[in-house]
């Protein structure tokens, strides 16, 4: 059987938080995630990028490395890596048996999640990972990856209103969820978080008794290329009762294939992180540091495609070749980051007209609102699609939301599927010279990618 027929029937079970089921599940599996040294990181946004960097600076670093992220955009096997490369489909549907044979029928089914999360385990502890980098799911305090009782390292990355359903109604309240994945006595990297959240986080660092260190953002020193200093000129560091942690000077130059701004503080956080493991006894060299960061990918954000569209005319049909940005800005925060870098596009290349055409799906329980404030400006123009095999917003409840958010759109219409929205996108003389953004939602890219 394959991978989506075997985690099917566990779709049912949908967001269940909580952590009983799988301490138990991977207590009956020989309690894979006790072996294997792991760094855990949790945020709103950010969090996936970060986890690339230091996978693929470990990698470089010559330790075997496994990742766990969530979601994918195509296929399962993209959220187990070891080394860089996705579990192989026939691995991942044997652990998932191996998994399944491990159920106690009489007890409360596991979720979808925490079936491949035990899946992972057992890959990396299979594969003798030296270290593996895994990606919170959903908020931390309860997240089946939260089962790690001293992690070599602990990361937020960021923090803002996603998922209040789950987490809470507020950034407290989801600060206090993600302050969760914190162990005593185990090192805290914290990213630039609003000030109710930080106090959180700290708070909890200091209840545990582990020190807490917030780097500053790298700058960008040329186009593809930053430097990063040790702390920054801000806050060093400091133990849980206050103690401040001196440390010597460190800069590192380093290229910065992902796009952004807001990768200059990720890629700070992963160095920071990569500081904190060196103290820890971990090898790595400004070398591995170098060509890790030049080797990760991150696929679905802030991504430059190729899309081909076939136009017919009254003596010919041809191919058209257009440049396409794809992201998965899925709330409000990562609206703002995508929007912010369009603009820094429009700023950069003359040829890019002031508008944008966004080709946008979401899903139905986001902040719809929000998103369309952070992304939308008069003139711009807005092709909706549904996002497949998801729980897509109603299309006209979004049109109309997008209309009252922005009254002045250029253009805004409800398309059948993103392959024609975006024919219909790159076709319009009216759209000549705009930029086309794909966006709205991971499982919309995903969709895209997969059958494009």
């Known amino acids: 059987m394959n991978t989506d027929s075997l985690l099917q029937p566990f779709q049912k079970f949908g967001v269940n938080l909580g952590l009983s089921r799988i301490l138990k599940l991977l207590a009956k599996l020989n309690n894979p995630h006790e072996q294997v040294p792991v760094i855990h990181v949790a945020g709103t946004n950010g969090k996936g990028s970060v986890c690339a960097y230091l996978s693929s600076v470990l990698t470089q670093a010559g330790y075997r490395t496994g990742r766990y992220t969530s979601p994918h955009l195509i296929d399962w096997t993209e959220r187990i890596c070891v080394n860089e490369q996705a579990i192989a489909s026939e691995n991942l549907s044997q652990l998932i048996q191996q998994v399944q044979a491990a159920i106690d029928e009489n007890e409360e089914s596991p979720t979808q999640f925490e079936v491949i999360t035990a899946a992972a385990w057992l890959y990396f502890v299979q594969?003798?990972?030296?270290?593996?980098?895994?990606?919170?799911?959903?908020?931390?305090?309860?997240?089946?990856?939260?089962?790690?009782?001293?992690?070599?390292?602990?990361?937020?990355?960021?923090?803002?209103?996603?998922?209040?359903?789950?987490?809470?109604?507020?950034?407290?309240?989801?600060?206090?969820?993600?302050?969760?994945?914190?162990?005593?006595?185990?090192?805290?990297?914290?990213?630039?978080?609003?000030?109710?959240?930080?106090?959180?986080?700290?708070?909890?660092?200091?209840?545990?008794?582990?020190p807490i260190f917030t780097p500053q953002p790298a700058i960008e020193i040329s186009p593809g290329w930053a430097e990063y200093k040790r702390w920054g000129d801000g806050e060093m560091g400091r133990w849980g009762d206050g103690e401040k942690i001196e440390s010597s000077s460190f800069k590192i130059k380093y290229p910065l294939p992902l796009k952004g701004q807001i990768q200059?503080?990720?890629?700070?956080?992963?160095?920071?992180?990569?500081?904190?493991?060196?103290?820890?006894?971990?090898?790595?060299?400004?070398?591995?540091?170098?060509?890790?960061?030049?080797?990760?990918?991150?696929?679905?954000?802030?991504q430059w495609l190729t899309w081909k569209n076939k136009q017919k005319n009254q003596e010919h049909q041809k191919n058209q070749e257009h440049q396409l940005l794809i992201d998965g800005a899925h709330n409000p925060s990562s609206a703002e980051v995508l929007r912010k870098y369009v603009d820094s596009l429009k700023q950069e290349k003359t040829?890019?007209?002031?508008?944008?055409?966004?080709?946008?799906?979401?899903?139905?329980?986001?902040?719809?609102?929000?998103?369309?404030?952070?992304?939308?400006?008069?003139?711009?123009?807005l092709y909706l699609v549904p996002v497949p095999d998801s729980n897509s917003a109603n299309l006209e409840d979004l049109k109309k939301l997008a209309l009252e958010t922005c009254s002045e759109l250029g253009f805004c219409s409800i398309y059948?599927?993103?392959?024609?929205?975006?024919?219909?996108?790159?076709?319009?003389?009216?759209?000549?010279?705009?930029?086309?953004?794909?966006?709205?939602?991971l499982y919309l890219i995903g969709y895209f990618l997969g059958n494009r």
Do not use: Y
């Open 416 to 441: 059948e599927d993103v392959f024609s929205a975006l024919d219909a996108a790159f076709t319009s003389p009216k759209n000549q010279d705009n930029l086309v953004v794909l966006c709205g939602s």
């Open 264 to 302: 200059l503080h990720n890629s700070a956080l992963a160095l920071a992180t990569l500081e904190i493991l060196k103290t820890q006894g971990w090898e790595i060299s400004e070398q591995a540091i170098i060509q890790g960061f030049e080797k990760t990918k991150w696929p679905g954000r802030m």
């Open 351 to 381: 040829n890019i007209n002031q508008n944008i055409t966004w080709v946008m799906g979401m899903l139905a329980n986001k902040d719809h609102s929000d998103i369309f404030q952070e992304l939308l400006k008069t003139g711009d123009k």
């Open 127 to 210: 594969q003798k990972v030296d270290i593996a980098v895994v990606e919170v799911g959903l908020g931390g305090r309860l997240d089946a990856t939260n089962v790690c009782e001293q992690p070599l390292v602990t990361v937020i990355t960021s923090i803002s209103r996603e998922h209040w359903q789950q987490l809470g109604s507020t950034i407290k309240e989801i600060a206090g969820e993600k302050a969760g994945i914190i162990k005593a006595g185990c090192p805290v990297i914290m990213g630039q978080l609003p000030e109710d959240a930080k106090q959180v986080v700290i708070s909890r660092s200091l209840e545990l008794q582990s």
